[in-house]
């Protein structure tokens, strides 16, 4: 009876509940449970309630971490001794994922603003192909800005020429250079032509003309260089006869 008594049911129930505690089931009841204060049945019955708890904590933030609220943590201050310690250590984890979310939205923020400084910071392990894919990122922004500038520097000194290297791209930054690349193009060749043109003029040959098609700013130089060499054809016989009769 006395160890009834301590025990706080049959050692039996006790043991199978032990057991069944360690497998991992909360769910677990003593049901022949004495009601005695301080037995090991009591003990074993706060044990649960207190796993329990912390359970319900861990689900509750798994599910507002799923809801977007990242910054959730379990309270520690609801748990004691070793119960505390292991809540804490669960926010460390946490914490550390999201430390690296915040900072990987902190780049791509300065990356979508064209500021493309700030670098992610290097991690370890498997999370290192997050910061080697913000570092790709990065590189690739900064390549496609690099060759729009040298293509735009270009085009300013008056040199339709260069070409970005679109073989060095994939996908919509491919397609980035490859317009660029179709800009310049139709410069050189819009140009060509009318300084094509104009060259001949200045030599007397009024036969030259722009057969390429081109729309806007190009298509009016087109006509206006065509407008041009019509009304030097008109002038010309005119002068030759002012000269004859003379």
């Not at 971490?65 to 505390?84: K, L, N, T």
């Not at 999201?98 to 902190?106: G, I, N, T």
């Not at 290192?128 to 496609?144: D, F, G, Q, W």
Request: proline content about 2%.
């Amino acid at each position: 009876r006395s160890l009834l008594k301590q025990l706080g049911g049959e050692p039996q129930d006790i043991a199978d509940l032990a057991q069944r505690i360690a497998a991992g089931d909360f769910a677990v009841e003593l049901a022949s449970q004495v009601a005695q204060p301080h037995s090991v049945a009591d003990a074993m019955t706060h044990m649960i309630e207190r796993l329990r708890a912390f359970m319900t904590a861990q689900d509750d933030m798994t599910r507002r971490h799923a809801a977007g609220e990242i910054s959730h943590c379990v309270d520690a201050r609801a748990f004691e001794g070793g119960y505390a310690d292991m809540v804490a250590r669960l926010n460390a984890v946490v914490g550390g994922h999201v430390r690296v979310q915040e900072r990987m939205a902190e780049a791509i923020a300065a990356y979508a603003l064209g500021d493309f400084r700030p670098d992610m910071d290097a991690l370890p392990g498997e999370q290192a192909r997050i910061s080697t894919a913000m570092a790709e990122v990065k590189a690739n922004l900064v390549a496609v800005q690099s060759e729009i500038a040298r293509l735009a520097g270009a085009a300013a000194d008056g040199d339709f020429s260069q070409r970005g290297d679109a073989a060095r791209f994939h996908h919509s930054f491919r397609d980035i250079v490859l317009t660029q690349n179709r800009l310049m193009e139709v410069a050189e060749n819009g140009l060509s032509d009318v300084a094509r043109v104009l060259a001949a003029l200045a030599h007397g040959d009024l036969s030259a003309r722009i057969d390429a098609d081109y729309h806007g700013l190009f298509g009016r130089l087109k006509d206006d260089t065509h407008h041009t060499v019509e009304q030097l054809h008109a002038i010309v016989p005119q002068i030759a006869a002012l000269a004859a009769a003379a």
